[in-house]
């Protein structure tokens, strides 16, 4: 796996294993504020409720109803959406600024189909809640079950074409460009999970939210590449791309994974 990388090292593709790391703490801290304060936050908002509290695996509402439950999912899926279209309109811009891009398309759009599926299997989550009353009761499970894995396969095989521009020749391998899917996968599973250390409202949702929407939704960047080349994803030609080291990307991360874990894990009350 690349290391460190300069402009002058002449390495095609060169990658820098550190800004990799810190773009993924960004665009995971954002998804997840998407989901929490935009989502649940703006349904509650929009309801007519009060925001109780806030942190980085829970949203408490004044109000409860199956718009709100709903409302964190739909931001993430509307925002990787607008990513997605952003992605296309940022061709000539820097590596690294699509690179984000990307990841946050990427993440927005598996943990909202992630949970659609992850609600129908065990009944369990926003959707459960969603769907809680409705009868029959298997209909709905069945239905959130089998949507939530169409999606989720569509959000990988989208993913995997939009990424084919930032992979080298070296990477059209089964299970290649791993420093760009399985470190950001991994690095948003240890933010999350050490955010969510430090939640307030109890040990349960350490698994049950925080690493549910990180190691459990965003799972298919572990194995997403071994797609790559298929007839799922045919393989095209990309011309050179550098994510090289940029201590504005490493100083943004760090401010960043101190808010998240500091400020939003331990939570806000609002008065």
């Not at 300069?6 to 820098?16: E, F, K, L, N, V």
């Not at 800004?19 to 509650?44: D, P, Q, R």
């Not at 509307?78 to 946050?104: K, S």
Request: glycine letters at 12%.
């Amino acid at each position: 796996m690349p290391n460190r990388a300069t402009a002058s090292d002449g390495i095609p593709g060169a990658r820098d294993l550190a800004t990799i790391i810190a773009i993924s703490i960004v665009a995971f801290a954002i998804a997840n504020v998407l989901h929490e304060g935009a989502g649940h936050g703006g349904a509650c908002w929009l309801s007519g409720g009060h925001a109780n509290a806030i942190s980085s695996v829970h949203f408490d509402c004044s109000l409860d109803s199956r718009f709100i439950s709903a409302g964190g999912t739909l931001v993430n899926a509307i925002a990787g959406l607008l990513c997605w279209i952003a992605l296309r309109r940022l061709r000539h811009a820097g590596g690294r600024l699509r690179y984000f891009v990307w990841l946050l398309m990427t993440v927005n759009l598996l943990q909202a189909a992630g949970y659609f599926l992850f609600s129908g299997v065990a009944n369990f989550g926003d959707w459960a809640d969603v769907i809680g009353g409705l009868s029959p009761v298997w209909m709905w499970r069945a239905a959130l079950t089998v949507f939530g894995a169409v999606s989720y396969l569509l959000a990988i095989r989208l993913a995997l074409l939009e990424l084919r521009p930032f992979l080298a020749e070296r990477d059209w391998r089964p299970g290649g460009a791993k420093d760009l899917t399985v470190v950001p996968y991994i690095t948003g599973g240890v933010l999350y999970t050490v955010a969510g250390i430090f939640n307030p409202v109890g040990m349960i949702l350490i698994a049950a939210s925080a690493a549910a929407s990180s190691f459990g939704g965003t799972s298919g960047m572990a194995w997403m590449t071994q797609c790559l080349g298929i007839k799922f994803v045919p393989k095209v030609a990309a011309p050179r791309f550098d994510l090289l080291r940029s201590q504005g990307w490493l100083v943004a991360a760090l401010v960043t994974a101190a808010i998240f874990i500091g400020v939003l894990g331990r939570g806000l009350r609002f008065p």
